[in-house]
């Protein structure tokens, strides 16, 4: 299993309340020339050729897996190699049902990397993006996170 050193927070930067999909998260990933390799592709969800998270959270809460957690995401540039990228479907305001989902992926993944630190997006060094659209130490600390 790959070495997981940080847990990565983002957001889609659609519309809030848009219903995107994984696909086309895929489909926006594949238009900036993100590109899977053919092996990953082959061992894991292979209709998904470009998608750079390893899960996405859309409207309902669904949660929706991207690259496998062994595959290198394309989510952080410079970050990728021991992270996992998480998005949300949105921008900056996210529905109960994706805060639920976002606390449930974010426990599991805490259960398997223990050690793992979590940022938003926006928190990484050299970063200058509002991506996730939320302070994530803040939701980490349990403050209230408004939902649409």
């Not at 900036?32 to 592709?41: D, N, V």
């Not at 290198?72 to 305001?93: E, I, K, P, W, Y």
């Not at 398997?112 to 200058?128: E, Q, S, Y």
Request: aromatic share 6%; charged share 25%; net charge positive.
């Amino acid at each position: 299993m790959r070495k997981i050193d940080r847990i990565v927070i983002h957001c889609s930067a659609a519309p809030n309340g848009r219903r995107d999909s994984i696909e086309d998260v895929d489909r926006w990933h594949k238009d900036r020339g993100f590109l899977r390799k053919a092996a990953a592709r082959a061992k894991h969800r292979p209709m998904l050729s470009s998608v750079g998270y390893h899960a996405f959270i859309d409207c309902e809460g669904r949660i929706a897996m991207g690259r496998h957690v062994d595959e290198v995401g394309a989510h952080a540039q410079g970050h990728n190699a021991r992270s996992l990228g998480v998005c949300l479907a949105g921008t900056d305001a996210f529905t109960a049902e994706q805060w639920a989902s976002l606390k449930l992926l974010h426990q599991t993944l805490k259960d398997m990397w223990p050690n793992a630190t979590t940022c938003g997006h926006r928190d990484l060094p050299g970063v200058t993006k509002d991506c996730p659209g939320f302070d994530v130490g803040a939701w980490l600390r349990g403050e209230e996170v408004p939902a649409l």
